[in-house]
């Protein structure tokens, strides 16, 4: 990386990249141009950091491009907007294999195209803390944005995607395991329902989230902000044989996967009781009067969470 | 900072932030929203890393708060266009002082306020190196943006800002000297002609860039992205005494602080001959066929700007 310079990884980076219909111009100029037809643009910024976010040995630079691309785009998908953008700030240390910067470009450019946005500007910097911060811009298509705050009593919780099985599969992974398959790739690739946030907004959710700090750590945000309780429903979540077959051999409770894990970038929301939701979202709980979130009408014990100054 | 944990200092921080115009949601939900009226968004990131970027014993928090908006916003107005909002990662070691992050948060604030703009968003996560990630936006306002390769053989190069300052500030501290205040204080607080930025566009410029690497490197961009040659006129620039002197007492060619220093984000800008410049904007140079940058007609030996990975 020391040997291609600045300039030159950026060069080499670049060239990877392919412009998406929302690019009006790319990289190479003092800033990038993004279309925003809706004349509002949304906007939001995660950093992730080596040995804290992710691990080189635990995945390649493609899967942790994705991962990155996916924590922003979805982001993005939690307001109902659509993805048209990603700015990627990179800290390298400067023995980096430049290969591996490409392969992160070519994560971070897939898992954007995947939504029909693209890496469009950036940044690189030597530092010895591999980093990467990334911001995502998205167009409201003349929508509101869904806001943590709109949950009313009486609405339902429902949730789009997977939620646990990335947790799952940082635990396996942080045994020094690489199997369950399932688990741990959903570790190293979430699989985002990404095109369900608009479709939530259109629906009428009144409130909406998406899981990357834990489950009930996160509806705590819509709680608090809607100042409302929130119980989730444990038995609506599915458990996999590969999940409590893990669990068992590993001595941990499933549910604390389900329900304190992060990382699968799962949309929770909150719909008005009545709403006929498509099949890609199911009820997992229900708002009610009160403050703070419970399990079956009971709070949790386990772990709530990801603090990422404090794990 | 640890006591805090991750989401304690962003209450902190964010509670010292105050919403722009343009700012229509700021921080505390998924993602900030922003005005985009044009219908396209102008976006730059730029990092900044500890020891490489900035230091902490050479500056207040608050002084880095400029300096990193100050990095970010001038790429905004380099393309002839308004700043609307910053997003801002903090990464920080577990042991910074809270109030150093307030502190910079109040100067990244100040300076996005100065050119009404406002930090809308932004993450947190502790790292073994304090890395300040930002990404500007901005809008055209119905205006076109002003790209590097425009510039056309015949047109004039001029300024508006200042340039050498910030550089010898550098140097005057990398000494271990405090003053002299001109040059210290232009290093930690770059002064920028954001507005005439867009008033450049309104002239008709037809390519631009702001000098955040130094002032020979960067023209070579828009040599490159043009297809042109530029003669930099070094008559044209000021050497006041301060810089003068310090030159002679730390045995540096005050040149290689005009030319090839960066950090003061000055704008420049190629013109059509013969438009009228208003005051803020001086002729440094002039555009002509060929390639590469030139001084007075000659090849500048000196050091010609600042790579982050090799410096």
Same mark, same amino acid.
């Given at each position: 990386?020391?040997?291609d ?21 790319? @990289?190479g ?19 992730l ?12 630079g ?9 924590a922003?785009l ?8 659509y ?12 023995d980096?294999d ?7 470009a ?30 995502a ?14 949950a009313r ?22 045994r ?7 688990l ?7 699989q ?5 946030? @608009? ?6 959710a ?19 902000a ?12 599915d ?14 409770? @499933? ?6 894990g ?7 929301a909150?719909?008005?009781?009545g709403?006929?939701?498509?099949a ?7 708002v ?8 079956d ?15």
């Open positions: 990386m020391a040997q310079g600045e300039f030159g990884l950026i060069a080499r980076v670049t060239a990877r990249l392919t412009a998406g219909p929302t690019c009006l111009l790319g @990289p100029d003092d800033a990038a141009l993004v279309a925003a037809p809706d004349g509002r643009v949304v906007a939001s910024t995660d950093v950091v080596d040995g804290r976010h992710f691990r080189r040995d635990w995945g390649s493609n899967d942790i491009g994705h991962r990155a691309a996916a922003n979805a982001d993005i998908a939690a307001m109902g907007a993805p048209t953008a990603l700015l990627v700030a990179l800290c390298a240390p400067p980096l430049a290969a591996w910067a490409e392969e992160l070519d994560g971070l450019s897939e898992e954007a195209e995947s939504v029909g946005a693209s890496v469009v500007g950036g940044d690189m910097s030597a530092s010895p803390t591999l980093t990467i911060a990334v911001t811009l998205g167009d409201m298509h003349g929508l509101q944005p869904v806001l943590r705050s709109g009593p009486g609405d339902v919780l429902a949730m789009a995607g997977r939620v646990g099985f990335a947790g799952a599969g940082y635990t396996v992974l942080s020094g395991f690489r199997t369950p398959k399932l741990v790739d959903a570790y190293r690739r979430p985002v329902p990404y095109q369900q946030g @608009p479709i939530a907004n259109r629906l009428g009144t409130s909406m989230i998406d899981i990357s700090d834990g489950l009930l750590a996160d509806l705590g945000h819509i709680a608090k809607s100042r409302v309780a929130i119980d989730v429903h444990r038995d609506a979540f458990l996999p044989d590969q999940m409590r077959d893990a669990a068992t051999a590993l001595g941990v409770d @499933p549910y604390s996967w389900i329900l304190g992060g990382d699968d970038h799962a949309l929770c909150t719909f008005p009781a709403v006929a939701l498509p890609e979202w199911r009820q997992v709980g229900t009610r009067e009160g403050a703070g979130v419970t399990v009408g009971d709070a949790w014990e386990g772990r709530l969470g990801w603090d990422h100054f404090k794990s």
